[in-house]
């Protein structure tokens, strides 16, 4: 069975750093791209970048492009989102979701980061 | 790049259809058939519902259709039940820069 298990939830101040992962099983981890997205309070669906974990080989979306930095461990099959410096508009769940073709076909469980002094 | 464009909200009796529209450019819904859409739940993950414009996953009832012409693709839910009321979001790969980008979202309502 295809699992994504991305961490808890996080509550941060405004210019501390966050890494949030995400674990995938199931399948070949290192064969597949994985993306970030991200769902503000109450808004849509936004597109972040993405990640092939077999060779690191990553593409951001130019809105999130140096904003975030989307990286990943074949070894423990996990991708990973962070930030240098939060911001209070940072504020959003954010799903991981494995990439076949250019959609999603199964995501994670979303990780809420609150950013907030 | 902006997001795709998409009604804000729809809305339907049980039993009946309802289509949703997701309009782009010729560089992402029109220049590939790569649309995707997905539902959403409130406080729930996204569901992949189509692929490829028209493909469904394996599990997803047959009511779900989707299609495209030109720029616009959309998504029918024929036989509406109470259980499609939920988010639903278009994506489009738009080109090996931008890679993908998605519709704002429709609300669906089952009156």
């Known amino acids: 069975e295809v699992q994504l298990v991305q961490s808890g939830a996080e509550v941060k101040k405004p210019g501390e750093s966050l890494k949030i992962s995400c674990k995938g099983s199931?399948?070949?981890?290192?064969?597949?791209?994985i993306g970030w997205v991200r769902q503000m309070p109450g808004k849509g669906l936004e597109w972040m970048g993405i990640?092939?974990?077999?060779?690191?080989?990553?593409r951001y979306s130019p809105s999130f492009q140096g904003q975030v930095t989307i990286s990943a461990d074949k070894s423990i099959s996990t991708a990973y989102l962070q930030w240098s410096s939060l911001k209070a508009s940072d504020t959003a769940m954010y799903y991981c979701?494995?990439?076949?073709?250019?959609?999603?076909?199964?995501w994670g469980q979303g990780t809420l980061v609150t950013v907030s002094s | 790049q902006s997001a795709l464009t998409q009604p804000r909200s729809v809305s339907g009796s049980p039993g009946q259809s309802v289509t949703i529209s997701c309009t782009g450019t010729?560089?992402?819904?029109?220049?590939?058939?790569?649309v995707s859409w997905y539902q959403q739940h409130p406080g729930k993950a996204p569901k992949l519902m189509i692929y490829d414009v028209s493909k469904r996953p394996s599990g997803v009832p047959d009511r779900f259709s989707g299609s495209k012409s030109g720029n616009t693709a959309s998504l029918t839910i024929s036989g509406l039940q109470a259980e499609d009321e939920a988010d639903y979001y278009c994506c489009s790969y738009a080109g090996s820069y931008t890679f993908g980008v998605f519709g704002g979202g429709t609300k669906l309502t089952v009156l």
């Open positions: 010729s560089s992402d819904v029109g220049g590939y058939n790569y």
């Open positions: 199931g399948y070949s981890f290192t064969s597949y791209w």
């Open positions: 979701a494995k990439m076949v073709n250019y959609y999603f076909d199964y």
């Open positions: 990640i092939y974990p077999g060779d690191s080989d990553t």
